[in-house]
């Protein structure tokens, strides 16, 4: 196992504390109904992942990460200096951020090109048919589209796409 997989481990089970203790006797008239709900899924998903990581499996893509969203109503923000990370893919119907440009780690087009698009409305697209036509790239089955700019008008040209991991959405839906 690779140091990337221990920091995620860890990572996950951090998490699984927190929400733990969120979702804990005492808590539950502190959230409403929907922040319950939303916990109790980021458990479920979060001692999934955990199991799959710890059984030797993969980590997530960035592809896997949009997946998570599908449908979600996402957009990109500038992220706050003092933490590191200048630009954020955020799901507003979450309430959390999908991914953050760290610069030395994503790389600067990456995130120069999300930073053309702040404050717009992005949505996820899969494509059924990846072999045929695939999203912006041929065998590419998940894009992500910016309805601000319209891009998904013009056929297939996502601003980002990529291939969701086979084994992401068995163990993403359970
Ligand atoms: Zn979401
Ligand atoms: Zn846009």
């Known amino acids: 196992m690779g140091h990337a997989e221990r920091v995620v481990m860890e990572w996950t089970r951090r998490s699984i504390e927190l929400l733990e203790r969120a979702l804990g006797p005492g808590r539950r008239d502190r959230v409403t109904e929907a922040e319950f709900a939303r916990y109790e899924h980021q458990l479920l998903w979060a ?14 893509r960035p592809a896997d990460e949009w997946a998570q969203h599908h449908e979600h109503d996402l957009t990109i923000e500038q992220g706050p200096p003092e933490e590191g990370a200048e630009i954020i893919l955020f799901c507003r119907t979450c309430d959390d951020p999908v991914w953050a440009n760290v610069p030395e780690e994503s790389g600067e087009d990456m995130a120069a090109k999300y930073a053309e698009h702040l404050g717009h409305d992005i949505r996820t697209r899969r494509d059924e048919g990846p072999e045929e036509r695939g999203v912006a790239v041929y065998g590419f089955d998940i894009g992500l589209d910016c309805h601000t700019c319209k891009n998904y008008e013009d056929g297939p040209i996502a601003l980002f796409s990529d291939r969701v991991s086979d084994w992401f959405d068995e163990l993403w839906n359970g």
């Open 47 to 60: 001692r999934r992942y955990l199991d799959h990581l710890e059984m030797g499996g993969e980590l997530l």
